[in-house]
């Protein structure tokens, strides 16, 4: 697998869908974008007000990085989970209604896969920066697994992982350059709408609404895409199927 061919594949499949997943995206972020605006602004409240205290306010400013790193995540691999249901069949197939998408997710398992590589990469960003890199690499194909294989979050998670191994670096030069562009991309709408409308709620839920529409499926597209392609691919499976 060579990661500039995910990359004109999730270009040409994006292009081909583009209705149908940017729907898909208004469906999920908009209410996500109001999550993230209100986390953001407890964050820059507890920052002002522990200002003055160096320790606490050390600590607060770590807490809001981490915070910022798991808010920008979260939805990511849920949003993944949906277009993985609406590709299951090839790029090439008509993707199933949103009611059927809606019946069918695995949401319970896709929101703590969310909190879990999230979690775990916010906390790895925190030392040195490349453990995070390597701990999102590894289990970026989580959600996608669990509504392509059924499979349960830990058994998702050790999937992801034999999925990757062989392939790491295929799949880091997708995941890690689409995942830093989008959020500079997104930092830029936040200020853009922040110039524009003078509410820090309603600003920053409008940045946080179209930056998700708009970028996360390049994000759900290309992890996808390398599931199918893994997983199709003949690795082998090890001894994930116990956990169905």
Do not use: C
């Amino acid at each position: 697998m060579r990661a500039r061919e995910i990359y004109v594949r999730t270009a040409r499949t994006y292009w081909r869908r583009a209705g149908y997943l940017l729907l898909l995206g208004i469906a999920v972020f908009v209410p996500l974008g109001l999550l993230d605006a209100l986390a953001d602004r407890i964050q820059e409240i507890r920052i002002e007000g522990l200002g003055d205290f160096s320790d606490l306010g050390t600590y607060a400013v770590i807490a809001a990085v981490v915070a910022q790193a798991i808010t920008s995540l979260i939805g990511e691999i849920f949003y993944s989970g949906a277009v993985a249901l609406a590709l299951a069949r090839g790029e090439e197939s008509e993707p199933p209604t949103f009611r059927s998408i809606a019946r069918h997710l695995s949401y319970g398992r896709l929101i703590a896969v969310d909190l879990i590589v999230a979690a775990g990469t916010a906390a790895g960003l925190l030392l040195l920066i490349v453990p995070g890199l390597i701990f999102l690499t590894w289990f970026a194909l989580a959600g996608p697994i669990i509504e392509l294989e059924g499979t349960r979050v830990r058994a998702a998670m050790k999937r992801s992982r034999q999925l990757v191994r062989g392939h790491f670096w295929a799949v880091l030069l997708v995941v890690i350059p689409i995942s830093i562009g989008s959020e500079v991309l997104s930092t830029a709408s936040l200020e853009w709408f922040q110039e524009v409308i003078h509410s820090h709620i309603l600003s920053d839920w409008a940045g946080e609404a179209v930056s998700g529409i708009l970028l996360s499926p390049i994000y759900a597209v290309a992890v996808v895409l390398m599931t199918l392609q893994l997983s199709r691919g003949g690795d082998n499976r090890g001894d994930v199927g116990e956990e169905h």
